[in-house]
C-alpha cells in the first residue's frame, strides 16, 4: 500500500515533485485563512450598518431578524401600537409572548437594536 500522506498524519507527501505540492497546499491553507478573515471583518461591518431599531422596525426589517417569523413580527408590531414603544429588552419579553431571553439575544445578534423612546415617539432621556 503506497500512502502519500505523511507518517505524522499531516500534509500528503509527493516526493517525485520535489515537495511543489506541499508548498502548494500549505498556501493554499494560507490564502484560505486571510479570505475567511476578510469575510468575517466585512460581514461585521455590514452587520453594523444595517442595525435596525426595534421601536422603529417595520414588518418585514423584523422578519430579516433570526427567530423572528411574519407571526412574532406582526404581535410585535401589534403591541408597539397599542401600548406604546418598549423600553428594555425585558420590558418586550413581559409584552410579547413567545419572546423570552434566548429570542431577545438572537434577535440583538440579528442587528435590531432596542432604544428607549417616550411615549411622544422620542428618544428618552433614560
Do not use: Y
Request: hydrophobic share 40%; aromatic share 4%.
Amino acid at each position: 500500500m503506497n500512502s502519500r500522506f505523511s507518517p505524522d498524519g499531516g500534509l500528503p507527501s509527493f516526493p517525485e515533485t520535489g515537495g511543489c505540492v506541499r508548498r502548494l497546499i500549505s498556501g493554499s491553507f494560507k490564502m484560505l485563512k486571510r479570505m475567511l478573515m476578510i469575510s468575517v471583518t466585512s460581514l461585521a461591518v455590514w452587520h453594523g450598518a444595517t442595525a435596525v431599531d426595534l421601536n422603529a422596525a417595520t414588518q418585514a426589517e423584523l422578519e430579516s431578524a433570526r427567530g423572528i417569523g411574519p407571526s412574532k413580527a406582526a404581535l410585535i408590531l401589534k403591541e408597539r401600537e397599542a401600548h406604546g414603544p418598549f423600553r428594555s429588552w425585558a420590558d418586550l419579553s413581559a409584552r410579547v409572548p413567545g419572546i423570552g431571553e434566548k429570542t431577545a439575544d438572537q434577535m440583538r445578534a440579528s442587528g435590531l437594536t432596542l432604544t428607549p423612546r417616550d411615549e411622544q415617539g422620542g428618544k428618552s432621556g433614560v
